[in-house]
């Protein structure tokens, strides 16, 4: 049931909101940065085609709007906690350099915000992270359907 009523509020104009915690300096950054630029883009043009025709079925296949967030800080201890669940716990020590656990990467952090591992590119809605700049995984974050 709250899956349709998802689906109602997409459909009502609600974006997903993708954030990128970028490092301005780093090139993989930049590169996954110029690659979220014009997806975001590209989604904004073909949602605007979709709502002039008469194809339903392609906001099934592709996300048809998001909002990118771009974010040169870290995340918030919340934030962060969710990344890690997103991604698994095995993950935590790419998210944040040296890390093994949750609670070991929110010191570590505090201590030294330079450990925090960008780009990572977050799909808040969805619950799915991207570590680093992997294209493809990125691509197939942007265009996999949102869950019903």
Sequence with gaps: ??????????EAGVKDVITLFHAPKNPASIRVHTLLKQNAAAAQTTAT????????????????????????????????TNIFEYLGQDKIGSIVEGASSTTEALRKLKEDGSLFQRPLVVDWGNGRAVTGDNESEILKLLQT????
Excluded: Y
């Excluded at 049931?1 to 997409?10: C, D, T, V």
């Design 49 to 80: 085609l979709d709502q002039a025709s008469s194809h339903p079925q392609q906001s099934k296949v592709e996300r048809t709007d998001f909002e990118l967030d771009v974010q040169e800080g870290i995340p918030t201890n919340d934030q962060l």
């Design 1 to 10: 049931m709250f899956g349709a009523l998802k689906g109602l509020f997409k």
């Design 145 to 148: 359907p949102p869950k019903a």
